[in-house]
């Protein structure tokens, strides 16, 4: 025994001197550490940030007075101040398409102009001899980048992202600065609020400098899917320096939701050597049972290619995830996923989040995805340009359908209004595509929104060859969705719409901004084609999705559902007023209505009470509609008017316990269906109760009451995220309700409210829903509206406790304590 245990220390001895040596070598270089065989940094923290352009923004040296710390994604048109239109000021009468009530009138009331940023790096001696890439996802409007002080790259279409090599242009062993000028350019080069900046992720990848995947290498597809067995096809895009190499092996692993490796195969392709870039058939497999995706479970499965060198070591790895669906069009059904119809229910809308501006952080979008789910919607349409990678990962894990647009006008000047269209597109329609082909989410490309009557785009035949000749592309890259364009009006001129236009008999799919009533005289004379309501307005809900066969058609996009900056009728707001949802996402009362149809299978009843009508024209379409509350707080006598809103057979309404009425849900007429109107009832202080019924059943299957408030007596904080993570990106959203002692919403309550922050968090965003404020978005105070406010944080990357502090003039002060979860355990 002892002889075993000496044996042991000595053994343990040798091994102990053995690692210590190791790691002495590896310490000072003589063996080389391994490495990963793809790197991504994240550069989104710490930039310098200048407003207005500077004589040495991109100099490598010296700066100017002025710059501040900022953190990606950064939006700096929001805090900038509101520009109010001047006197003299008018609509651009002659230009339809362009909603323009003023100079700003579009652009949010903020003034266009260009920013600088600037970051300095020190690259690390382990990065020499390989790859070194900056990725940009994204600089709004458009952008030029410099290391240095030498312009390397940029970008002439903000919404896209691009990569610049600087492999043989950083500078070991001192200070890089890379520089990024951004230009919002001119108002008239976007019809709605674009944000300027750094507003996606910026990040640097490192890969092996002979062998490597190129930029957005894989393309999965699922061409044979049943419930038994589904075929997988995955292509790999690799580029190789090696002269010598004649053949390539690759390794391909396939992980379900779970982690569980369901598939794992190497295979050996030849390489011409003649080509430095080539796409192979990484694998073609089958999956026995699989997990399919679609919008009720979103199951999504995990591909990793890897590619290895000629002595099996890696040399380079890439992941992506992928859904297993099967997507089926046809003008007798619509759209159908696995064997089943599914319509779209949608919202068309801009990609700014509200109180951040553009800045794309993914929890802000979540929390849009989580509130359209919650009220029936199954679709985003992204209007009219593409939408974060953020947006399209959640809409794959939530099962949200995306109709994925890339142009709004194909004119020079809505295209970032620098380089000409028509030699931007064949590059711009490969990185969109590429980007987004493998998301299960989206189920149809859209090129273009409302361009068919515009004859200054090329070729002045209504769109037909540029369509061509940008969908020949798209094919190259995928085959497996139809393509569209919306259209309006549908017709070949704005007056007669005898006929359709010759652009939307050329789409695969004939999508209407507004024209649902064509659908079905279209179909009668075309009936190859298949309808899809592109637009669809706030003040026609209901008739415009209950006059469409539901049967055929393959769905419908409201626009405007959340309210948003830009695009705005006039002074004092400062943008969109037509959706359901406020610009802090506050749900209107209408809300309730469109989800008493969306979600049709779920008992509802809402009670809203009408105030006032705000009918205006836009786009040719009257879309000012009824202004309604959900409250019962009105002056005594008061005669109102009110809607109830039910998918149930019919409502009983009481006020005070006393019954007022019972009334059908009149399901003949779409303008009728789902809202039950009540006329001449007489307000009484207390409370109003809504009950809805099914026809042989005594019960409610739903209710809906509310009461009159006493004045505010505190404010009630909410936060929305549980699992606040310390990664320097994720948000909470604090939601501030000035409630009575019985903890009622008191909707008079206006109080200014002030913010502070200690802790591991910084204040991202302040908000409330009155679009018509002159309050900024930014800074550390708010007033209430409506008896709300929204304050939003953004978290450290260190863990944590934030104190959030809240103070006003007319409430006692609030403090919450919000925890800030480490990432991984760190």
Request: proline share 5%; hydrophobic share 35%; aromatic share 10%.
């Given at each position: 025994m002892h002889i075993i245990q000496s044996c042991y220390s000595v053994f343990n001895t040798r091994i102990y001197k053995f690692l210590l040596l190791l790691i002495v070598f590896v310490a000072i270089g003589l063996i080389p550490f391994p490495l990963e065989a793809r790197e991504v940094i994240s550069l989104n923290r710490d930039w310098l940030f200048h407003a207005g352009d500077v004589a040495d923004g991109a100099s490598a040296h010296t700066l100017s007075p002025g710059w501040i710390t900022v953190n990606v994604p950064h939006d700096y048109q929001i805090s900038q101040p509101w520009v109010a239109p001047g006197v003299d000021e008018r609509g651009d009468a002659d230009n339809p398409v362009a909603n323009v009530a003023s100079r700003l009138s579009s652009r949010g009331f903020k003034e266009m102009g260009c920013g600088w940023y600037r970051k300095t790096i020190i690259p690390d001696n382990d990065w020499k001899g390989r790859r070194i890439l900056l990725d940009f996802e994204g600089i709004m409007l458009v952008g030029d980048v410099y290391l240095n002080g030498e312009l390397i790259g940029g970008t002439d279409y903000g919404y896209l992202g691009f990569e610049i090599d600087v492999t043989d242009k950083l500078r070991y062993g001192e200070e890089n600065v890379i520089a990024v000028r951004a230009d919002t350019g001119s108002p008239e080069n976007s019809r709605w609020y674009t944000g300027g900046g750094l507003y996606r992720d910026v990040n640097l990848k490192i890969t092996d400098p002979e062998l490597y995947f190129t930029r957005h290498p894989l393309y999965v597809t699922t061409p044979e899917v049943e419930r038994d067995r589904a075929v997988v096809r995955i292509q790999a895009e690799v580029a190789n320096h090696i002269a010598s190499l004649d053949s390539l092996r690759m390794k391909t692993v396939i992980r379900d939701a779970d982690g569980k490796a369901v598939y794992e195969a190497e295979s050996s392709h030849r390489f011409n050597r003649k080509q430095t870039i080539k796409e192979y058939e990484a694998d073609s497999l089958v999956l026995d049972n699989p997990r399919l995706w679609d919008c009720e479970t979103p199951h999504l499965y995990t591909a990793t290619v890897t590619l290895l060198r000629p002595d099996a070591t890696v040399a380079d790895e890439v992941s992506t995830r992928f859904g297993v669906r099967k997507l089926e069009y046809s003008p007798e059904y619509g759209l159908r996923i696995n064997g089943k119809k599914v319509l779209l229910k949608g919202?068309?809308?801009?990609?700014?989040?509200?109180?951040?501006?553009?800045?794309?952080?993914?929890?802000?979008?979540?929390?849009?995805?989580?509130?359209?789910?919650?009220?029936?919607?199954?679709?985003?349409?992204?209007?009219?340009?593409?939408?974060?990678?953020?947006?399209?990962?959640?809409?794959?894990?939530?099962?949200?359908?995306?109709?994925?647009?890339?142009?709004?006008?194909?004119?020079?000047?809505?295209?970032?209004?620098?380089?000409?269209?028509?030699?931007?597109?064949?590059?711009?329609?490969?990185?969109?595509?590429?980007?987004?082909?493998?998301?299960?989410?989206?189920?149809?490309?859209?090129?273009?929104?409302?361009?068919?009557?515009?004859?200054?785009?090329?070729?002045?035949?209504?769109?037909?060859?540029?369509?061509?000749?940008?969908?020949?592309?798209?094919?190259?890259?995928?085959?497996?969705?139809?393509?569209?364009?919306?259209?309006?009006?549908?017709?070949?001129?704005?007056?007669?719409?005898?006929?359709?236009?010759?652009?939307?008999?050329?789409?695969?799919?004939?999508?209407?901004?507004?024209?649902?009533?064509?659908?079905?005289?279209?179909?009668?004379?075309?009936?190859?084609?298949?309808?899809?309501?592109?637009?669809?307005?706030?003040?026609?809900?209901?008739?415009?999705?209950?006059?469409?066969?539901?049967?055929?058609?393959?769905?419908?996009?409201?626009?405007?559902?959340?309210?948003?900056?830009?695009?705005?009728?006039?002074?004092?707001?400062?943008?969109?007023?037509?959706?359901?949802?406020?610009?802090?996402?506050?749900?209107?009362?209408?809300?309730?209505?469109?989800?008493?149809?969306?979600?049709?299978?779920?008992?509802?009843?809402?009670?809203?009470?009408?105030?006032?009508?705000?009918?205006?024209?836009?786009?040719?379409?009257?879309?000012?509609?009824?202004?309604?509350?959900?409250?019962?707080?009105?002056?005594?006598?008061?005669?109102?008017?009110?809607?109830?809103?039910?998918?149930?057979?019919?409502?009983?309404?009481?006020?005070?316990?006393?019954?007022?009425?019972?009334?059908?849900?009149?399901?003949?007429?779409?303008?009728?269906?789902?809202?039950?109107?009540?006329?001449?009832?007489?307000?009484?202080?207390?409370?109003?109760?809504?009950?809805?019924?099914?026809?042989?059943?005594?019960?409610?299957?739903?209710?809906?009451?509310?009461?009159?408030?006493?004045?505010?007596?505190?404010?009630?904080?909410?936060?929305?995220?549980?699992?606040?993570?310390?990664?320097?990106?994720?948000?909470?959203?604090?939601?501030?309700?000035?409630?009575?002692?019985?903890?009622?919403?008191?909707?008079?309550?206006?109080?200014?409210?002030?913010?502070?922050?200690?802790?591991?968090?910084?204040?991202?965003?302040?908000?409330?829903?009155?679009?018509?404020?002159?309050?900024?978005?930014?800074?550390?105070?708010?007033?209430?509206?409506?008896?709300?406010?929204?304050?939003?944080?953004?978290?450290?990357?260190?863990?944590?406790?934030?104190?959030?502090?809240?103070?006003?003039?007319?409430?006692?002060?609030?403090?919450?304590?919000?925890?800030?979860?480490?990432?991984?355990?760190?």
């Amino acid at each position: 025994m002892h002889i075993i245990q000496s044996c042991y220390s000595v053994f343990n001895t040798r091994i102990y001197k053995f690692l210590l040596l190791l790691i002495v070598f590896v310490a000072i270089g003589l063996i080389p550490f391994p490495l990963e065989a793809r790197e991504v940094i994240s550069l989104n923290r710490d930039w310098l940030f200048h407003a207005g352009d500077v004589a040495d923004g991109a100099s490598a040296h010296t700066l100017s007075p002025g710059w501040i710390t900022v953190n990606v994604p950064h939006d700096y048109q929001i805090s900038q101040p509101w520009v109010a239109p001047g006197v003299d000021e008018r609509g651009d009468a002659d230009n339809p398409v362009a909603n323009v009530a003023s100079r700003l009138s579009s652009r949010g009331f903020k003034e266009m102009g260009c920013g600088w940023y600037r970051k300095t790096i020190i690259p690390d001696n382990d990065w020499k001899g390989r790859r070194i890439l900056l990725d940009f996802e994204g600089i709004m409007l458009v952008g030029d980048v410099y290391l240095n002080g030498e312009l390397i790259g940029g970008t002439d279409y903000g919404y896209l992202g691009f990569e610049i090599d600087v492999t043989d242009k950083l500078r070991y062993g001192e200070e890089n600065v890379i520089a990024v000028r951004a230009d919002t350019g001119s108002p008239e080069n976007s019809r709605w609020y674009t944000g300027g900046g750094l507003y996606r992720d910026v990040n640097l990848k490192i890969t092996d400098p002979e062998l490597y995947f190129t930029r957005h290498p894989l393309y999965v597809t699922t061409p044979e899917v049943e419930r038994d067995r589904a075929v997988v096809r995955i292509q790999a895009e690799v580029a190789n320096h090696i002269a010598s190499l004649d053949s390539l092996r690759m390794k391909t692993v396939i992980r379900d939701a779970d982690g569980k490796a369901v598939y794992e195969a190497e295979s050996s392709h030849r390489f011409n050597r003649k080509q430095t870039i080539k796409e192979y058939e990484a694998d073609s497999l089958v999956l026995d049972n699989p997990r399919l995706w679609d919008c009720e479970t979103p199951h999504l499965y995990t591909a990793t290619v890897t590619l290895l060198r000629p002595d099996a070591t890696v040399a380079d790895e890439v992941s992506t995830r992928f859904g297993v669906r099967k997507l089926e069009y046809s003008p007798e059904y619509g759209l159908r996923i696995n064997g089943k119809k599914v319509l779209l229910k949608g919202i068309a809308n801009h990609h700014t989040l509200g109180a951040l501006g553009a800045a794309a952080y993914p929890r802000a979008i979540e929390k849009r995805i989580r509130l359209l789910k919650d009220f029936g919607f199954n679709h985003i349409r992204c209007s009219h340009n593409p939408y974060s990678e953020s947006l399209m990962d959640l809409c794959d894990e939530y099962g949200i359908l995306v109709v994925d647009e890339l142009y709004d006008k194909w004119l020079t000047q809505y295209a970032g209004g620098r380089k000409d269209w028509m030699e931007q597109w064949p590059h711009d329609v490969p990185e969109w595509v590429r980007r987004d082909r493998n998301h299960p989410c989206v189920v149809m490309w859209s090129l273009g929104n409302e361009l068919q009557l515009l004859w200054d785009i090329p070729y002045a035949d209504w769109g037909v060859t540029p369509y061509r000749m940008q969908k020949a592309l798209l094919d190259r890259y995928d085959r497996t969705r139809p393509v569209t364009v919306a259209m309006h009006p549908r017709g070949r001129n704005e007056k007669t719409d005898s006929l359709p236009a010759p652009l939307a008999m050329e789409t695969d799919v004939a999508a209407y901004n507004y024209r649902y009533m064509y659908f079905p005289g279209d179909s009668r004379r075309f009936p190859r084609m298949m309808f899809y309501q592109s637009e669809a307005n706030t003040s026609n809900m209901g008739p415009n999705y209950f006059d469409m066969d539901l049967d055929k058609v393959i769905g419908l996009a409201y626009w405007g559902m959340i309210d948003y900056l830009g695009e705005s009728a006039g002074w004092p707001a400062k943008g969109w007023e037509q959706g359901v949802f406020d610009i802090s996402l506050e749900p209107k009362p209408n809300a309730y209505f469109l989800k008493s149809y969306f979600k049709e299978d779920e008992p509802l009843v809402h009670i809203a009470v009408y105030e006032d009508e705000e009918p205006y024209i836009w786009n040719d379409i009257q879309m000012g509609g009824k202004r309604l509350s959900d409250h019962w707080n009105y002056p005594e006598p008061s005669i109102l008017k009110l809607y109830t809103y039910t998918n149930a057979d019919e409502v009983e309404l009481k006020i005070n316990g006393k019954t007022i009425g019972r009334k059908r849900n009149d399901r003949t007429d779409s303008r009728r269906r789902n809202r039950i109107m009540w006329e001449n009832v007489e307000y009484s202080p207390g409370n109003i109760e809504a009950f809805a019924y099914n026809d042989g059943e005594s019960n409610p299957v739903a209710r809906h009451r509310i009461e009159t408030s006493g004045r505010a007596s505190h404010l009630l904080l909410t936060a929305d995220n549980a699992d606040w993570r310390a990664d320097g990106t994720d948000l909470q959203h604090v939601r501030v309700e000035a409630v009575d002692k019985k903890g009622r919403r008191d909707v008079s309550a206006r109080g200014m409210l002030t913010f502070s922050v200690e802790g591991p968090a910084e204040i991202v965003g302040v908000i409330n829903g009155d679009n018509r404020s002159n309050e900024l978005t930014v800074g550390n105070s708010r007033s209430l509206y409506n008896g709300t406010a929204t304050v939003i944080l953004r978290s450290k990357p260190e863990s944590g406790t934030a104190l959030l502090r809240i103070t006003s003039p007319d409430f006692k002060p609030v403090m919450m304590k919000l925890p800030v979860s480490p990432v991984d355990g760190k």
